[in-house]
């Protein structure tokens, strides 16, 4: 009879629409009706399930599934990626050849290894155990073998012991065994050996929780922990590549890309893969493509470290490869630039190219595609090709020599910008169909100047040059997942190698903008001053600003790379640089918005011995002057303080950090508006007085700087989303975002200190010298703030 249906709901999918047909079909061979409403809700495995079961039946002349047999056929349809060996797979697991899923698994495994037909049977049927009975007396004596190693501590912990480890143990003496037979067998020869379970075998056990530290001083227990800080980039950063890793731990060795889930293999696969590793000696090989028309940013910073920082845990190596394709965006500056913040992360090219060094084997490769009759010239606008729904070219059919001709006449300039592309006969997972391959483009290239008037495309280029510089592993951002179907064509299409892509999430953080053209219109707007100004997030703006290479590297290991795209606060990357600068900033005081003391009576210069950094004595002392007129806070000083205040004020006195010395205000001189200009206080030493309820810092014979501190450039979290700031990302920049202090006082440690060295300036941050420094007076970034103390006033 027929099934009498509802009527398909516009928009609704076919599994949907025919769920009941599904939920059939499913709980036939064994699926419970949850599991199987659980299966619909993802319509491919929905899909694939179907068509597994469908073939299976086929298979036993559409007999009765059992559902032992179900659920190896549910573990196809999840696993089995390429299905051209279904049919295979199907008659042995039908006809019990293949039982049980580790038999399962070694016959995916198997395939995985031998992408090539014909299947060498007899191999095949070995490496799956087919053919192999395992006995109950078998099984029966690899349990008591096990047992009798454990017994020591079953009688010790009983039940409580872990009987996993038992099983597993089992399992690797008999691979092929039925794991229920083993089970019962383990759980039967437990219960001979314990006897049945008493009341107190049926208690969960307790765990004892460990005191971390315990009768361990705080320096003692910092001293135990693992050392968390990097002596410099190159040993650290990326190098503990299990925290950076994330998803790559599941990565393919070099020459057996035909391993990985959705690679596609060809008739001469393995012969490139074996020609291949000739040429490359199973090196691991990767590469960072930038383009040159931009500043890196932080986003960057990940990408590098990940390419780098793989190749370098797997003893391999790593290009700096130039996408230089767009002459029109290209200036030297980029360039530079680019390879000066690589090394600054601490990392060496083993070669820097460029694109462009592959511009005649591109070429080469694209008339050898037309001759293949997978590319054409077409004449169609651009603004007819854009886009995803535009028409099919007139032109698609055209005879190859008419193709070849015209790609000839481009490259000689004897066509017009505009009037002629290269398309390529094949459509991206997106649903583009025909991307273009080569434009015109009457533009100098900065390299090959006027050799060239035709430039090649992204989705051209990019997977050819990684096939000619044998990359194994071509790492990018999760965007590109669904170039992958086309980078594997074109690779196959002109029988080159074809390296592995692998994708990631990229990194993104809140409270900026990280675009090439939006940074560009903050420059053009007067908001920043360039692509270094340190509010930005370009690698060149944050090495300004202070931040140490080190602690961009801690911080991508942090994070680490997993396949889903992140965002995250500014806050998360301060702390790994403060972390770092802890333990490496020497310490300096320094006086923001000075105040003028003069210590009644007048007191002879003092040279004071002063920590380096306070808690890491190796680091040595400083030399820090102390005269009868010093220059504190001007916050550090109230006349009419408020409750909980601990500072100096006229009836409290306060000391001075480093000096043991603790001042009384004697008198307070002020202008003619009343404000305080100067205080006049006496000094005593603490060991003769009462201890003061705070210490300050300070600072005597001082150096003037100019200090510069930085705010968040953007107000709201998300200043790219048109529902968070609708008049666009420039009108929620914050005005307040830098505040200059033209004449601030510094102690007389900073003398001498070049650009970009860093000090922490005790109470206030940590700063770092700008190239805006002169021999007459240096300019300070403030870093960082010093983490907040909330027991602080």
Known sequence: ??????????????????????????????????????????????????????????????????????????????????????????????????SSEPQLTAALDYFKSHPTDPIDVKAFESACGIGVEITPEQVEEAVEVVIKKHSAGLLEKRYHYNMGSIMGEVRQSLKWADGKAIKSEVDMQVLDLLGPKTDADREKPTKAKESKGKGKTKEEQKKSEPEKELESPAEGGAENINQLMGEAVKFHKPGENYKTDGYV?????????????????????????????????????????????????????????????????????????????????????????????????????????????????????????????????????RPIEESLKLFDDMRRGKIAEGDAVLRMKHTLAEGKKDPVAYRIKFTPHHRSKDKWCIYPTYDYTHCLCDSLEHITHSLCTKEFQSRRQSYYWLCNALDQYCPVQWEYGRLNMNYTVVSKRKIGKLIEHGIVRDWDDPRLYTLTALRRRGFPAEAINNFCAKIGVTMSRVTFDPSLLDSCVRDYLNNTAPRAMAVLEPLKVTILPERKLEELSVPVIPHDSSKGTRKMPFTSVIYIEQSDFSENPEKGYRRLTPSQPVGLKYAAQVLTVQSIVKDESGQVKELKVTAQSVDTTSKPKGFIHWVSEPVECEVRIYGRLFKHKNPEDPSEVPGGFVTDCNQDSLRVIPNALVDQSVKGAKVYDKFQFERNGYFSIDPDSTPEKIVFNRTVALKEDVGKN
């Open 1 to 98: 009879f027929e099934c009498i249906r509802k009527p398909k709901i516009k928009g609704e999918s076919a599994v949907m629409s025919n769920s009941g047909d599904f939920i059939n079909l499913f709980t036939s061979i064994g699926l419970s009706e949850q599991k199987a409403k659980e299966t619909l809700k993802n319509e491919s495995l929905a899909n694939d399930l179907k068509q597994v079961i469908n073939e299976a039946k086929r298979h036993n002349g559409g007999g009765t599934i059992d559902k032992a047999c179900g659920a190896l056929l549910y573990h196809i349809a999840t696993r089995m990626k390429n299905k051209n060996r279904l049919g295979f797979l199907l008659e042995y697991v039908i006809n019990k050849g293949l």
């Open 265 to 397: 293999v060809t008739p001469k696969t393995m012969e490139i893969l074996k020609q291949h590793l000739e040429l490359t000696g199973g090196q691991v090989r990767s590469r960072f493509p930038p383009e040159p028309n931009g500043i890196l940013h932080i986003g960057h910073a990940k990408a590098i470290n990940f390419n780098f920082g793989y190749a370098r845990a797997h003893g391999g190596i790593t290009f700096l490869r130039y996408d230089d394709t767009n002459p029109e965006k290209e200036e030297e500056k980029f360039f530079t630039a680019i390879l000066d913040m690589v090394r600054w992360l601490g990392y060496e090219p083993y070669q820097v190219t460029h694109a462009s060094d592959y511009f005649q084997e591109l070429y080469d490769l694209a008339v050898d595609l037309i001759r293949r009759d997978l590319a054409y010239i077409c004449h169609m606008r651009p603004e007819e090709i854009k886009g995803y729904n535009n028409p099919d070219s007139p032109w698609r059919d």
